[in-house]
């Protein structure tokens, strides 16, 4: 099964700038005591304020599933602005599902077991989302959902460079999506030992990782 889905990648500390205050229009909600705490902006300004304020739930719903700590900022843009951040940090000019900043001083040499706190800038594409969401059958928003925990998993250790950390990658984010109450939303549209339907294929190995320094 064929997926024109394009790769993500995520990019080391020092191959980007901090996204400052850009990132966090959104104010974060309450979350549990030690959770993670993510800011939510759509630039695009093409998601309903209902929309968005369900998304922006739902991501601070998996960061606390998933333990994190730290901040994570998500920024919503249009295809021409990540065609650009693509370019600028993968040299490639198209347009991209996620990009992932990790922004921590130690971001290649934390653990599963132990991760620091985060520090992380995540970058997802609206139009990529509407066309994916549109071939499998869910919403943008359930779409943009899986790449934001996606680029939280890289930052929290998970690879999805072998086939068999692809697997492990992708069944937890849908382990997540089902803890927080969505649904199972990566191996829905997927096709048995099929990993080129993959809504993630991953980067190139080393520092550009899916959604790394920039990790797609």
């Known amino acids: ?32 005591q030690f959770a993670a705490v993510v ?6 300004a093409a998601l309903a304020s209902s929309s968005l304020t369900a998304l922006h739930a739902q991501a601070n719903a998996a960061a606390a599933h998933l333990q994190a700590t730290g901040e994570v900022r998500v920024r919503i843009v249009d295809d021409a602005e990540m065609t650009r951040l693509h370019a600028q940090h993968c040299n490639d000019p198209t347009p991209t599902d996620v990009l992932t900043f990790d922004l921590r001083d130690d971001a290649h040499t934390h653990s599963t077991a132990a991760p620091a706190p985060l520090d992380t800038d995540i970058v997802v594409c609206l139009g990529v989302a509407q066309a994916q969401a549109a071939a499998r059958g869910h919403t943008p928003e359930r779409e943009l959902l899986l790449y934001i925990v996606h680029g939280m998993l890289h930052c929290l250790g998970h690879d999805d ?38 809504p993630m294929l991953g980067g190139p190995a080393g520092a550009l990782p899916p959604g790394g320094g920039a990790n797609p």
């Open 39 to 44: 800011s939510l902006i759509d630039t695009t």
């Open 161 to 198: 460079h072998a086939d068999e950390d692809f697997q492990r990658m992708h069944r937890t984010e849908d382990e997540v999506l089902a803890a927080i109450g969505v649904g199972p939303t990566f191996a829905r549209a997927l096709e048995p030992n099929d990993r080129s339907a993959s």
């Open 1 to 32: 099964m064929a997926d024109d889905r394009p790769s993500h990648a995520v990019l080391a500390a020092t191959q980007q700038p901090r996204a400052g205050a850009a990132f966090a229009a959104h104010p974060p909600l309450h979350t549990p």
